[in-house]
């Protein structure tokens, strides 16, 4: 089945204390990205990526870093996690830019 | 900047009645445009894209969406609601030919009474 894979998807951490979020899909998609969901605010885009080892800033980049070593593979990393940074994490991957995203399941995040 | 506006955050309707929900986009030229739905404890499932030709554009579930250039409206109807329909709907606008980069209204909750 053709799918966005997200792991954890439900995560609680305190502040301060480096954590990963996986996501890998099996289309052979070229982009992936990052977005965050916050009440009243939509989904904002947080990091997203061209293709292996290209990757790009989106809307809200501060305090998370990715990496794209491997074509399927897209995880994000919050070195140092702040209570700011709960929220509900979408990993999302499109084969071209007009055929549209599949989105995973989400990640739902609380940082105490 | 792309903006994408949904001026309605909350939608009630009865089961069976029409729906349209509407999206305003702002960008200088003709940009790829979607809709999203996102059930309760769901992510988003592509509804329906329009991207260049026929300006009404069909999608999965019984949607429609017509886009409007002179508008900038790319407005989501369904003739008829049914109960699993209740859900958030998002509209959201790409730049043609370029950076990925989907900017997402902030939705519309939309409520189905029975």
């Known amino acids: 089945e053709a799918q966005v894979t997200q792991n954890p998807r439900y995560l609680i951490t305190v502040t301060g204390k480096k954590l990963t979020v996986t996501c890998s899909q099996n289309?052979?998609?070229?982009?992936m990205s990052w977005y965050r969901q916050d009440p009243g605010l939509g989904l904002r885009q947080i990091y997203y990526?061209?293709?292996?080892?290209?990757?790009d800033k989106g809307d809200v980049p501060e305090g998370y870093k990715v990496s794209r070593k491997e074509k399927r593979n897209f995880p994000l990393i919050l070195e140092s996690p702040s209570p700011n940074q709960t929220s509900l994490y979408f990993c999302?991957?499109?084969?071209?830019?007009?055929?549209?995203?599949?989105f995973g399941s989400g990640t739902r995040l609380t940082v105490v | 900047a792309q903006s994408v506006t949904q001026p309605d955050i909350h939608i009630t309707v009865s089961e069976g009645a029409s729906l349209e929900l509407r999206c305003n986009y702002s960008?200088?030229?003709?940009?790829?445009l979607f809709w999203y739905v996102q059930s309760p404890g769901q992510g988003l499932q592509l509804l329906l894209k329009?991207?260049?030709?026929?300006?009404l554009v069909q999608g999965i579930k019984g949607f429609e969406a017509e886009f409007k250039r002179s508008q900038s409206s790319f407005n989501l109807r369904k003739p008829s609601v049914h109960w699993s329909d209740a859900a958030e709907y998002f509209c959201?606008?790409?730049?043609?030919?370029?950076?990925?980069?989907?900017?997402f209204g902030k939705g519309t909750k939309l409520t189905v009474n029975p």
């Open positions: 959201a606008v790409e730049r043609a030919g370029g950076s990925e980069k989907l900017v």
């Open positions: 960008y200088g030229a003709t940009p790829y």
């Open positions: 999302a991957s499109s084969l071209s830019g007009y055929s549209g995203y599949t």
């Open positions: 289309m052979n998609h070229e982009y």
């Open positions: 329009y991207f260049s030709g026929d300006t």
């Open positions: 990526s061209m293709n292996v080892e290209v990757t």
